[in-house]
Every structure is written in structure tokens, then in C-alpha cells.
């Protein structure tokens, strides 16, 4: 009870949670839309995907500084790589937060000369660009952890006393892609910060692909990848632990 108290006392983990009503909405929506006894729930999923949406809007207004901090600190991020991507990723998430809260003003009426859908596309350009600098850090992450894992494993091979994954390397039947995704999986088990990191970050820019044209999907897909987003982002806010550190 505490963790959740204090979850929900923090922005980060109210705008988590209105994420995965708000996804949880369209991905239901998506669902029932075809079933003709249904029109009622339909649009009931469709006003609150719309209140939960503004009230993530709301949620978002302060989260430039965050984006501002952010990217203050990667710059003294020790590995240069990291450093160069996290702060790209950083700078196009200041800007996407800078637009949010434009687009916010127009659709509640505040500002009617606002080009809409002009500032609309810049945001989910920028979101775009965050989250795919954002995915490659990631993969630079996982290959560095590939490495390590692949090194302590040799290591252990050197003695023929031990062999924890049964087989050897140079084993003639054991295929390429099936050693590649085992060590895959063990990278990933042994870091499941960089895990949960990569799976929001994946999921995330589901909805900028569509939005910009680049890869359509459908409201279902985007529901659902917006819902295992937000589980994703609920996990890090209330276990700070399993956030994705940088050194």
C-alpha cells in the first residue's frame, strides 16, 4: 500500500496510469467496434480515451524540465556513445514537449490561429527521432551485454569441469541464430532494466510510425503497444531500481 501511495503521489506514475487507461480504452475499442450490440460501450471507451488523454496532457505540462535535466545529465555521461545518443534523445524530447502543450492550447480553443496538424507532425517528428536514438542506445546497451556475457562464458569453457549451458560454442549442430538468440535471452535476463527499457521504447514508437506515415497500424496495435508501455513505465516509477541507469 505504501509503494502504491507513493506511486500515485508522483506526476510520472499518475501519467503511467492514465497511459494505460487511456491505451487499455482504444485497445477495447478496437475489440468490440465490430460487434454491432456494442455501439454503446464503443463510444462510452471512446469519451474516456478522450478525457484520460487530456488529463495526460495535463500530466505532461512540466515535463520540458525533466527533458532539460535529462539532457544535462547524459552530457557527462562517461561512454561516449551513450552520451552522443542519449543526448539527441534528450534534446528532440524537449522539443516534443515544448509542442505538446501548443497543440493542448489549440484543441481546448485558447488559440485558434494555432496551426493544429502542423504542430502536431512536428511533435510526433521529434518523438520519433527520441525514441529511435533512444532504441539504438538500447541495442548498443544489449550488444555490450552480449559481449560480457559471451566472455564470462568462455571463460567458464576453459574449464572442462564446468559447462552450465550444455553444449560448446564450436559445436557443429548448434546454429548460428539459435546461440545468437540464447545469448540474447541471457543478456537480457541478467539486465531487465535494459529490458523493460527497450520494450517501452520499442513500443512507444508504434504511435509516431503511424502518425507520420512511416509504418501504419492499427488502433489495436497501438493500444496495445501503448498498454505495455505504460506497464513498462509503471514498473521503473515504482521500483526506481529497474530504471535503465547511465555511468
Not at 501519467?15 to 454503446?40: I, N, S, V
Not at 540464447?182 to 503511424?210: A, E, M, Q
Request: with cysteine; proline share 4%.
Amino acid at each position: 500500500m505504501d509503494t502504491f501511495i507513493s506511486f500515485t503521489n508522483q506526476t510520472q506514475g499518475r501519467d503511467q496510469l492514465f497511459r494505460a487507461t487511456k491505451y487499455t480504452g482504444m485497445l477495447l475499442r478496437y475489440l468490440l467496434e465490430p460487434k454491432a450490440d456494442k455501439e454503446e460501450v464503443v463510444m462510452k471507451l471512446k469519451k474516456l480515451e478522450s478525457s484520460v488523454s487530456t488529463g495526460c496532457k495535463w500530466f505532461r505540462l512540466g515535463n520540458v524540465v525533466h527533458a532539460v535535466q535529462a539532457t544535462q545529465q547524459s552530457i557527462h555521461v562517461t561512454d561516449l556513445v551513450p552520451r552522443v545518443y542519449l543526448t539527441l534523445a534528450s534534446l528532440n524530447l524537449v522539443i516534443y514537449f515544448i509542442c505538446d502543450p501548443i497543440i493542448f492550447v489549440r484543441s481546448a480553443g485558447l488559440a485558434a490561429g494555432i496551426n493544429k496538424e502542423k504542430w502536431r507532425m512536428w511533435a510526433a517528428r521529434h518523438y520519433y527521432y527520441s525514441l529511435l536514438l533512444s532504441l539504438v542506445r538500447d541495442l548498443y546497451e544489449i550488444s555490450l551485454q552480449m559481449e560480457q556475457v559471451a566472455h564470462d562464458r568462455a571463460k567458464r569453457e576453459k574449464s572442462p569441469s564446468q559447462d552450465p549451458l550444455g553444449y560448446s560454442v564450436a559445436n557443429e549442430e548448434t546454429e548460428w541464430l539459435q546461440f545468437f538468440l540464447l545469448l540474447l535471452f541471457r543478456s537480457l535476463k541478467k539486465h531487465l532494466p535494459l529490458l523493460l527499457d527497450t520494450v517501452k521504447n520499442f513500443c512507444d514508437i508504434l504511435n509516431p510510425l503511424d502518425q507520420l506515415g512511416i509504418y501504419k497500424s492499427n488502433p489495436g496495435i497501438i493500444g496495445l503497444g501503448g498498454l505495455m508501455s505504460s506497464i513498462a513505465g509503471i514498473i521503473t516509477v515504482a521500483y526506481p531500481q529497474m530504471k535503465l541507469k547511465t555511468h
